[in-house]
């Protein structure tokens, strides 16, 4: 059984920075792309950072120089460096195995882990 834990949110300022943990356990972990998304209260669930099986990563406009998404195939587990911390950071951070497409994904959802970032 595929299981995502995401861990390494929680409170933090303006500024700060967090890094944000995704271990993963049921498949193998380095035959595929992994993702980052976040989630608004009453908004879709977002795309912003992809990285391949090979390590070639892309980020969404918007996140492009203060997040960075890493990988330890050997420990199974996926990152996401978030540097400079703003307030519009505060969210739900969710980790998953993107299609080649990046429309859709191959595994259900864990159970996420919240930043908020405070003034």
């Known amino acids: 059984q595929v299981q995502l834990v995401e861990s390494g949110g929680g409170l933090a300022q303006i500024g700060d920075s967090l890094r944000l943990s995704c271990e993963v356990s049921g498949y193998i972990f380095r035959f595929y792309a992994m993702s980052w998304y976040r989630q608004a209260p009453g908004k879709q669930r977002e795309l912003v950072a992809v990285?391949?099986?090979?390590?070639?990563?892309t980020y969404t406009d918007d996140v492009k120089g203060r997040f960075t998404i890493s990988r330890e195939n050997a420990k199974r587990t996926l990152y996401l460096q978030i540097d400079s911390l703003r307030t519009e950071d505060t969210t739900v951070y969710y980790c998953?195995?993107?299609?080649?497409?990046?429309?859709?994904?191959?595994?259900?959802w864990g159970q996420g882990t919240q930043v908020t970032v405070s003034s």
């Open positions: 998953n195995a993107p299609n080649p497409s990046r429309s859709k994904v191959y595994f259900s």
């Open positions: 990285i391949t099986e090979d390590g070639h990563v």
